[in-house]
């Protein structure tokens, strides 16, 4: 008799829509495992540059991904993320990283090296997994699907707040743009494209607390 599959909850949307602070608060409360693909996509990100790969270089990049080892340790306070044994958290969030993250997303290459490494996220007792195409490429099976979303300004005045919050200063219209253009990337690229899963529940949380982002999806868990 096999095992039965490990139920996988997937939370895909736009950035800066709280994928990942919501899908981590809400692995925790499940006690099950967390993937942030997002983070995957940064920390090659990371790794690119570290290595001087150009986003151009798609062999070289494809390369890298299949040398990855990739870690998320939970803590108290959130999620330590470890690559090839080298803590990466303070680098995963520069502007320089997310934009070499969001060109290396759109190559397709790169998307199917790195569909092995999120599967291995998969065990019991459950899986969180969070991005743009969780739950219409990576496990269209999931049982639970969320589209977490919200206004584009929105989005940009939570961006702003987190880097100042950093120390890091970045003008509102640049972040603006820089948002729109990812956005218009993730939809319109030719593999996996961000759209909800047909059978995905939509909240838009623009005028929502983590808390109740958070309570509503777990409730459709519970369901």
């Keep these: 008799m096999t095992d039965p599959v490990p139920p996988v909850l997937t939370v895909d949307g736009p950035s800066g829509a709280g994928k990942g602070t919501v899908s981590a608060r809400v692995a925790k409360r499940l006690g099950w495992h967390l993937l942030d693909?997002?983070?995957?996509?940064?920390?090659?990100?990371?790794?690119?540059?570290?290595?001087?790969?150009?986003?151009?270089?798609?062999?070289?990049?494809?390369?890298?991904?299949r040398n990855m080892k990739l870690a998320f340790l939970p803590t108290a306070d959130g999620v330590q993320v470890h690559l090839n044994g080298q803590r990466i958290d303070s680098l995963l969030r520069s502007e320089d990283v997310s934009r070499m993250a969001s060109k290396v997303a759109s190559v397709p290459r790169v998307r199917a090296a790195l569909l092995a490494l999120q599967h291995s996220f998969r065990r019991p007792p459950g899986l969180v997994a969070d991005g743009r195409d969780m739950g219409t490429v990576v496990f269209p099976d999931?049982?639970?699907?969320?589209?977490?979303?919200a206004s584009l300004e929105e989005r940009t005045r939570r961006r702003h707040k987190q880097l100042n919050e950093r120390g890091e200063s970045v003008k509102f219209s640049r972040l603006f743009r820089d948002l729109a253009e990812r956005d218009r990337?993730?939809?319109?690229?030719?593999?996996?494209?961000?759209?909800?899963?047909?059978?995905?529940?939509?909240?838009?949380?623009?005028?929502?607390?983590?808390?109740?982002?958070?309570?509503?999806?777990?409730?459709?868990?519970?369901?």
């Design 185 to 223: 990337r993730d939809r319109e690229r030719s593999i996996s494209p961000m759209v909800p899963a047909t059978d995905a529940i939509v909240i838009d949380s623009t005028n929502l607390t983590i808390n109740q982002v958070v309570e509503r999806i777990l409730g459709l868990v519970a369901r």
């Design 37 to 65: 693909s997002g983070v995957v996509y940064r920390a090659l990100g990371v790794h690119a540059i570290e290595q001087q790969v150009s986003a151009d270089d798609h062999q070289g990049l494809e390369d890298l991904c």
């Design 142 to 149: 999931a049982a639970t699907k969320v589209f977490l979303d």
